[in-house]
């Protein structure tokens, strides 16, 4: 498996086109919210917030981190699709290798793409929050952001295997990656605050594993911007911004703790690991 993995690790980092691409989206995000839509944001709060800048740039960084491992996942996965579109896995399936060793040589490699553009895309956000005049996440809170961020892979990969498993030709990837690369950001409540959907969306947003994942990273990363901007603000006004924002979800009527986030999360990597392996071993050798 090791072999196979560091195979399709070579076959992604050797494509240095795919590679940008597989990042760029998140370049657009935060090239949009540096020189546009960042200042039109903040301009939109209250005049009695404070520093509503350092409050948009967390919430930003947050949702950028949540979806960077969508996108580069469903990077590395096509070269699994690539290799079904070619017949290469046939010649696979043919060798003594076991076909679920395989599949995990898949999973591994696309996990550890998703993790390094994601770490890459860490190390932007901070940039980017400094240069805007903010300050880096303390040691704790940057231990609890890197473990929200691989937990939040894991459970992305795992769906883009399962998406990526019904998928056998390269024009049918391309136009689900465009989908997917395309609805993410809306869905996540990272280019319009989830308070501002419609009921309906809202509450598919809040059982969407990413979103959680999303959800987490604000906490951590706007936890002292929200003390700050929102010092002596009452504490009923506090928790309707956070709602709207997607700083906290409400479902059935309670706020969502992050232990439940962390249970979604985890149970959605269960979820579509197991249904992605049912896919994939009932396909035709």
């Not at 039109?40 to 009695?48: H, L, V």
């Not at 591994?108 to 300050?135: D, H, P, R």
Request: avoid cysteine.
């Amino acid at each position: 498996m090791i072999n196979f993995t560091k195979r399709n690790l070579k076959v992604f980092f050797r494509d240095k086109t795919g590679v940008f691409f597989s990042i760029l989206g998140v370049l657009i995000v935060i090239a949009l919210f540096a020189f546009f839509l960042g200042d039109t944001f903040a301009e939109s709060f209250d005049k009695n917030v404070k520093d509503p800048v350092h409050l948009i740039n967390g919430w930003i960084v947050a949702g950028i981190l949540a979806i960077t491992s969508v996108t580069t996942a469903m990077g590395a996965f096509g070269t699994m699709v690539d290799d079904k579109a070619k017949n290469i896995i046939k010649d696979f399936y043919s060798s003594p290798v076991k076909r679920k060793t395989l599949v995990m040589g898949y999973i591994v490699s696309a996990f550890v793409i998703a993790m390094i553009m994601t770490l890459l895309a860490f190390v932007l956000s901070e940039i980017y929050i400094v240069a805007k005049g903010g300050a880096l996440l303390k040691p704790v809170p940057m231990l609890k952001a890197l473990g929200v961020v691989t937990l939040t892979a894991l459970a992305n990969t795992s769906f883009v295997l399962f998406i990526v498993s019904f998928i056998n030709t390269s024009t049918a990837y391309s136009t689900v990656s465009t989908i997917i690369g395309t609805m993410i950001g809306f869905v996540t409540g990272i280019y319009v605050p989830v308070g501002n959907f419609a009921d309906s969306i809202q509450a598919f947003i809040k059982v969407f594993p990413t979103s959680h994942g999303a959800m987490l990273l604000r906490q951590i990363f706007m936890e002292k911007p929200i003390a700050h901007s929102f010092k002596g603000v009452p504490k009923e006004s506090l928790n309707e911004v956070k709602e709207v924002l997607g700083v906290t979800f409400k479902l059935g009527g309670h706020t969502v703790t992050p232990a439940v986030s962390i249970a979604i999360l985890i149970g959605s990597i269960v979820l579509f690991s197991v249904l992605s392996f049912f896919s994939l071993s009932r396909k035709k050798k």
